[in-house]
């Protein structure tokens, strides 16, 4: 069972330039084959389908760990992808002068057409994503294998989407995301040493090019993120430090397992967009929910 916190794990910017095309790259870290869906999708899987749990507890631990934390990333890029959306049209409720008109040539029209100017589950070219991306083939090596492998290619293509996009916004995004997923890839990578005895870590950072070089992940260094694996349970998932502890292979400070979750921001709240009828609730009375609210001994 999940925990669900309405929270996302940080703060986003308003963007400066908010742009359906910058919404269309960052959207590959959401449903690309190697987006956040995919991630997530994968290390869940693999927590429901693991066989010889007692035996192997520790790995278990890791994996359903990282798994947790995946579907706060899902919500993060999300997050980014409508702030980036939110304004490009024009606002109002008449269909007629055509206040989608600017957006008839952005890379992905889906966003307008399909849903409410807001992030769906698909790639920068508007493909849905597939379950297909999910590879749990019941063996732990091979799973940890390919698990190094997944979150070695999302880095790299975290990179290539931070050098499209400069707003803030999407740029804030992908630096926490560069910091934690290279949490995960040296997770999978303590794991495989532990289970094989080949020295993995040796290969990180893949690609080569350290986070250092990326100035919105400098402060989560800073502050130990880099080094930090969250359970995001209190009471389960104890065995991961097992796998997860030593120096960290880029600078050598000591690797730490967390039981719980980061304390996160509130999300950001989207204005309506009343040319796409998003919310389209009109005739709702906000005084009316206060009252409910008020008898029911509910702040609000």
């Known amino acids: ?53 007692t035996r192997l507890r520790p790995y278990y631990d890791v994996i359903s ?4 934390e995946e579907y706060g990333h ?8 409508n702030l980036l959306l939110t304004g490009t049209t024009k606002r109002g409720f008449d269909p007629e002068p055509g206040p989608l008109r600017k957006v008839v040539d952005a890379r992905n ?28 083939s019941g063996n732990l090596r091979l799973d940890l294998l390919h698990n190094f492998f997944l979150e070695c290619g999302a880095r790299g293509n975290k ?14 995004m992908v630096g926490y995301l560069l910091v934690r997923g290279g949490v995960h890839i040296v ?16 290969l990180v950072p893949v690609p080569d090019l350290s986070n250092k070089a990326f100035p919105e992940t400098r402060k989560y260094e800073q502050i130990g993120l880099h080094r930090r694996l969250y359970t995001f349970s209190l009471e389960d998932y104890r065995q991961a430090g097992i796998i997860f502890n030593g120096p960290h292979p880029e600078d050598n400070l000591p690797l ?13 709240d989207l204005e309506e967009e009343p040319q796409v009828n998003a919310a389209g609730a009109m005739d709702i009375d906000p005084d009316m929910f206060k009252d409910i609210a008020k008898k029911m001994g509910v702040e609000v």
């Open 187 to 202: 997770a999978y990578a303590r794991a495989l040493e532990h289970l094989t005895g080949v020295q993995v870590t040796k």
């Open 65 to 68: 760990s990282i798994a947790g």
């Open 159 to 172: 990179m290539r989407v931070y050098e499209m996009v400069t707003d803030p916004t999407a740029r804030e």
């Open 1 to 53: 069972m999940m925990l669900k916190m309405d929270r996302l794990p940080i703060e986003l910017p308003t963007p400066t330039n908010p742009s359906p095309n910058d919404a269309a790259a960052v959207q590959e870290l959401l449903g690309g084959k190697f987006g956040e869906m995919s991630t997530l999708m994968n290390y869940t899987y693999q927590s429901f389908n693991f066989r010889g749990r």
């Open 109 to 136: 029209t889906r966003h307008f057409i399909a849903s409410g100017q807001a992030a769906l589950p698909m790639d920068s070219m508007g493909d849905f994503w597939t379950g297909q991306n999910v590879f749990s």
């Open 256 to 268: 730490e397992v967390v039981f719980g979750s980061p304390e996160g921001v509130p999300a950001p």
């Open 74 to 81: 899902i919500e993060a890029v999300s997050y980014a992808i």
